[in-house]
């Protein structure tokens, strides 16, 4: 079975400063997606970026950006100049292509003024 | 542009009680999919359907069922509710023939027994 790790319950940022959010996964698999997904406080699930495993190119969108190192099945997102908006539980998220979404346990971020 | 529907919003039950839980995918959207997230814990895959068929099976009770219609709107119907039910039950839905593969997610039904 499919696992995603997130080792770090709680993380807090500066206003304007990068934070990077840690994930890990297992699978056997070669072909598959993963998401970073935010939850604010209206429990809304916001898709925030996506990869494809078989690129090996780092997604990025806007101040957003992860670091995918398939070999290490590690999937990290970055957030640049954080926002008070940003505040959130972000989930890691695993999908075989075309399948359900693993989730991991979540992240909350906390942005300080 | 058009979201995934959910209704109601927020539903509240007594235990034994029966609940239906509607989502109504994005158009042309042919999967669906739902999602169950108790208090302070990640998502959990319940079922999905693709055209109007079972696709995958989660970590569904027994006492839960769900079908996809003709439409493709989808039901979750819940009975012999427990305590334990409470959570937020998300619905997202998906395109085989999508350029990246994402399932949007609606806002979610909050349940409530009591």
């Known amino acids: 079975a499919q696992t995603v790790t997130q080792s770090q319950p709680e993380m807090s940022v500066q206003e304007a400063e990068t934070v990077t959010l840690s994930c890990t996964y297992d699978?056997?698999?070669?072909?598959?997606?993963l998401f970073w997904y935010k939850q604010p406080p209206s429990r809304q699930m916001i898709l925030v970026i996506r990869?494809?495993?078989?690129?090996?190119q780092n997604a990025t969108e806007n101040r957003f950006s992860v670091n995918f190192q398939k070999a290490a099945k590690s999937f990290s997102l970055k957030i640049s100049d954080s926002q008070l908006g940003d505040a959130a539980m972000y989930f890691c998220?695993?999908?075989?292509?075309?399948?359900?979404?693993?989730f991991g346990e979540g992240t909350q971020l906390t942005v300080n003024p | 542009a058009a979201g995934v529907i959910q209704s109601p919003r927020h539903l509240i039950k007594e235990k034994r009680e029966t609940a239906t839980l509607k989502c109504y995918p994005i158009?042309?959207?042919?999967?669906v999919y739902w999602y169950q997230q108790g208090p302070g814990q990640d998502p959990q895959f319940l079922i999905s359907?693709?055209?109007?068929?079972?696709?995958d099976k989660g970590s569904i009770p027994d006492r839960f069922s769900a079908q996809q219609f003709s439409d493709y709107h989808s039901e979750l119907n819940m009975s012999s509710l427990e305590l334990g039910d409470s959570a937020l039950y998300f619905c997202?839905?998906?395109?085989?023939?999508?350029?990246?593969?994402?399932?949007?997610f609606g806002p979610g039904t909050r349940l409530t027994v009591l």
């Open positions: 997202a839905s998906s395109s085989r023939d999508r350029l990246y593969n994402e399932q949007f």
């Open positions: 699978t056997s698999e070669s072909d598959y997606y």
């Open positions: 990869q494809e495993a078989y690129k090996q």
């Open positions: 998220a695993y999908e075989p292509s075309g399948s359900r979404l693993t």
């Open positions: 158009p042309r959207h042919d999967t």
């Open positions: 359907f693709y055209e109007k068929m079972q696709s």
